[in-house]
């Protein structure tokens, strides 16, 4: 007894509604959990129904059931009704299957998988691509159209609340059309094994009212808000420019536009640091910098272990000081 209520804990432990295909967000997989049930519901009732014919067969005198009876039950139980249920979940599937419609003016994400974190940037129409890294945000009740590539090897795109897996080839663009249905904030995973750090391959989604993403869109357009006069963070994009990090990341509004790593524009305003595995703390920005592959095996960051802890802090405290101005 007591091990069967320590197993139903640990599988109680797995149940979440921010990483969950049980806890929809999005349309999609509002309809796939709708159809999983149904057809789960006729297999169910399809085998139930075997299983009370055989116990019926064998509990029945001898000679109760002749040929012809034998036969009218084959045909009934064996075709007919198998075939009614297979047709009508059937013609409920087919809809449920069709795409959700996109148009041009809709909003693109176009989103890049690297060993080990998300490349992102979002195409409106209204202004210049907006670029950042592992997050995604995505306005409530609009038809948003993901484009999704690779740069390195097969990784696979996965929100479990809101769609469907889809892979992300090299080579390749694949399009995953959603609408999100609800306001929070849930999180997304690489469900295609890449890597030593693959299980440490995620990304937060922020599902936010039209109105709300809107303005976030506008405000992460403006120049980069940095403090003024504040001499430790003068001393942090010192640091962070005299130990080569601009050769590898971009940080709007200064003079680092490098394409190689992470987009570090409004890093203060990030919810995790490293693809999700870390909350973005001064202290664990400052230990990733300095280590990274202790935190994320196989990455392509180099440590910077000759950097002293003090001045990592200086650099990390000016990261986190990056945030958009608010939108006029």
């Known amino acids: ?34 159809l999983t049930s149904v057809l789960t519901f006729g297999a169910v009732f399809i085998a139930l129904g075997v299983a009370l014919t055989f116990v019926l067969a064998l509990r029945a ?9 034998g036969m009218r039950l084959v045909l009934w139980l064996g075709a007919i009704v198998p075939t009614v249920v297979l047709t ?14 996109s148009e041009a003016k809709d909003l693109r994400i176009h989103v890049e998988g ?35 590539t690779a740069t390195d090897v097969i990784h696979s795109f996965w929100i479990p609340g809101l769609a469907g897996k889809m892979d992300m080839i090299p080579g390749r663009t694949h399009r ?15 469900a295609e094994f890449c890597g030593l750090s693959h299980a440490l391959m995620a990304f937060d989604v922020i599902a936010m009212e039209p109105a709300a993403f809107d303005t976030w869109l506008a405000s992460a357009r403006q120049p980069v808000r940095r403090a003024q ?39 203060g305003e990030r919810l995790t640091l490293g693809a999700g595995i870390l909350k973005p703390t001064t202290a664990n920005t400052a230990a990733f910098i300095r280590d990274p592959h202790a935190f994320k095996p196989g990455a392509r960051m180099p440590a910077y272990a000759a950097m002293s802890e003090h001045d990592a802090l200086l650099v990390a405290g000016w990261l986190k000081s990056l945030a958009p101005k608010e939108a006029e």
């Open 229 to 267: 006069g504040q001499g430790a963070q003068d001393r942090g994009a010192a640091l962070f420019s005299r130990n080569g990090c601009g050769a590898c990341h971009t940080v709007a509004g200064t003079e680092h536009d490098a394409r190689i790593g992470p987009d570090l524009s409004r890093f």
């Open 88 to 101: 009508l979940l059937l013609v409920f599937a087919l809809p449920a299957m069709r795409p959700i419609p």
């Open 1 to 34: 007894m007591r091990k069967s209520a320590a197993a139903c804990v640990l599988l109680l432990g797995g149940c979440n509604t921010h990483q969950s295909a049980l806890a929809p967000f999005g349309l999609e997989a509002r309809s796939t959990l709708t």
């Open 61 to 69: 005198p001898e000679g109760r059931l002749g040929h012809a009876g």
């Open 114 to 148: 690297e060993q080990f974190w998300w490349r992102v940037r979002y195409e409106d129409g209204g202004g210049a691509p907006l670029s950042s890294a592992n997050e995604v945000r995505l306005p409530v009740g609009r038809t948003v159209v993901f484009e999704l």
């Open 176 to 190: 995953l059309v959603v609408k999100a249905e609800k306001p929070g904030t849930y999180r997304g995973v690489c």
